[in-house]
């Protein structure tokens, strides 16, 4: 079965400290998609990123990079040098190739909160 | 702009009340989905629709029915049957592949009184 840990409930920050949130992900697919979504306090989850589980190279954007390591079955999110407006609650999710389409599974996701 | 329309925002059921929550999208998906999320448990599947007239349950859909007589709507009803419904419900929408990301709206928390 598949299975998202999003071990981290809250984690604190002064700004522009940099922070780690840990994803780390059970599946037995060969095929699979790894997501980030970010929910400010409006809401909604706004996509950040989606990775293949064929693609291990490392991605930057812009103050966000992420480390995708298969041997550790984990996917993890940086933020360098973090702002009040990160603040937000983040959820690492995963999706099966064999399902034909998006059936997402959730962490319990890891609230960031970064004071000024 | 494109995007997925949730209503109400806020929603008030009493007891033994079937409510509907409201979704439409104008980004020409073809699959929708419904999430619940709960305090500390993260988003869970109730239900998914790959095509209009057709859908299928997710992992938690007892208490819950759907319907898809549109490509556009996806709406889902609680019912009275659901015995704990006071969450916050989110939809999404999605083109079919694996290869895409899900687009979600802004949700409506229910509140059962």
């Known amino acids: 079965a598949q299975k998202v840990t999003q071990a981290q409930t809250e984690i604190s920050v002064v700004e522009k400290e940099d922070v780690t949130l840990d994803c780390v992900y059970e599946?037995?697919?060969?095929?699979?998609?790894l997501f980030w979504y970010k929910q400010p306090p409006s809401g909604e989850l706004v996509f950040l990123i989606r990775r293949n589980s064929f693609d291990e190279q490392n991605e930057i954007s812009g103050r966000y990079s992420w480390n995708f390591q298969k041997s550790t079955s984990s996917f993890n999110f940086t933020i360098t040098a973090s702002q009040v407006v990160d603040s937000a609650v983040y959820f690492c999710a995963l999706s099966e190739a064999n399902t034909g389409f998006q059936k997402l599974v959730f962490g319990t996701g890891t609230r960031l909160l970064v004071s000024p | 702009d494109g995007g997925i329309t949730q209503s109400p925002k806020y929603l008030f059921r009493k007891e033994g009340q079937n409510v509907t929550l409201s979704c439409e999208q104008n980004?020409?998906?073809?699959?929708m989905y419904w999430y619940r999320q709960d305090p500390g448990q993260g988003l869970r599947l109730i239900y998914y629709?790959?095509?209009?007239?057709?859908?299928q349950k997710g992992d938690i859909a007892e208490g819950y029915s759907v319907s898809r007589e549109k490509k556009e709507s996806f709406p889902l009803t609680v019912t009275s049957a659901q015995k704990n419904p006071t969450a916050f419900y989110l939809c999404?929408?999605?083109?079919?592949?694996?290869?895409?990301?899900?687009?979600f709206g802004q949700g409506t928390r229910l509140t059962v009184v």
């Open positions: 999404a929408s999605s083109p079919l592949g694996v290869n895409t990301e899900a687009f």
């Open positions: 599946t037995r697919d060969t095929t699979y998609y």
């Open positions: 629709s790959q095509i209009v007239n057709d859908f």
């Open positions: 980004l020409n998906h073809d699959a």
